[in-house]
């Protein structure tokens, strides 16, 4: 039971490359979600998505972008890093009845040096 | 728009003795769920407790409880028999039943660092 699987656990950019943050879940959620965590805060929403083919912005939208194609996957997109993309990213996901918990991936920290 | 607020950035306990980590809210919304989310060192965020707002019972979990005060916007975590393994980062969220208002996305509190002494 894998639930929600990210890719990579770590990586280092250089400022102006690009990457994408892998996301995947088999729990066949409707919902799911990007965040990301800086020092001493919270987790602020990036972009979250109600099912194939829907997402819509969070909080913190800028520099991003991702796509729902299947059910199962939500990847995250980084255009032109900059330093303050520099920090940890989790995707999650959610059922639309049932469970109301979200369930986490493990986290992708990101560098961009 | 909700709010959560943890007012505690640092905790610290003995092992074998309570703590108790605060939150408060803001909300407009009658019903929704809160939760504590607990994040060790390996960055696994893992569902430590939740709490549905429509239950006046407070929720358990072996040494954790929750105490819920709708009224007052407050949703405390206590920590009973504290062990080594509790340090970590908590989180307090809130998600909005009304799942149509942003997919259900959880909002998240600032968190709390919670060390365990031996």
């Known amino acids: 039971n894998a639930g929600v699987t990210q890719t990579p656990k770590f990586r280092i950019l250089k400022i102006g490359q690009s990457m994408t943050l892998q996301c995947t879940q088999d729990?066949?959620?409707?919902?799911m979600y990007w965040y990301r965590q800086d020092p001493g805060m919270g987790l602020k929403l990036i972009y979250y998505?109600?099912?194939?083919?829907?997402?819509d912005k969070g909080e913190v939208p800028n520099g991003y972008n991702v796509s729902r194609s299947t059910t199962e996957d939500f990847p995250l997109r980084l255009e032109l890093a900059a330093p303050s993309q520099t920090s940890v990213y989790f995707c999650?996901?959610?059922?639309?009845?049932?469970?109301?918990?979200?369930?986490f991936g493990q986290g992708t920290r990101l560098t961009v040096v | 728009a909700q709010t959560v607020t943890q007012s505690q950035p640092e905790m610290s306990v003995q092992e074998a003795e309570t703590v108790t980590l605060s939150c408060t809210y803001d909300?407009?919304?009658?019903?929704?769920?809160l939760f504590w989310y607990k994040q060790p060192p390996s960055r696994q965020m893992i569902l430590v407790i939740r709490?549905?707002?429509?239950?006046?019972q407070n929720a358990t979990e072996n040494r954790f409880s929750v105490n819920f005060q709708k009224a007052a916007k407050s949703f405390s975590l206590k920590i009973s028999d504290s062990q080594l393994g509790d340090a970590a980062m908590y989180f307090c969220?809130?998600?909005?039943?009304?799942?149509?208002?942003?997919?259900?996305?959880?909002?998240f509190g600032q968190g709390t660092e919670l060390s365990v002494k031996p």
């Open positions: 729990m066949n959620h409707n919902y």
């Open positions: 998505s109600v099912g194939a083919g829907i997402t």
């Open positions: 999650a996901s959610a059922a639309r009845q049932g469970g109301v918990e979200a369930f």
């Open positions: 709490q549905e707002a429509y239950k006046q």
């Open positions: 969220a809130y998600r909005s039943a009304a799942f149509y208002n942003q997919g259900g996305k959880l909002i």
């Open positions: 909300t407009s919304e009658s019903d929704y769920y």
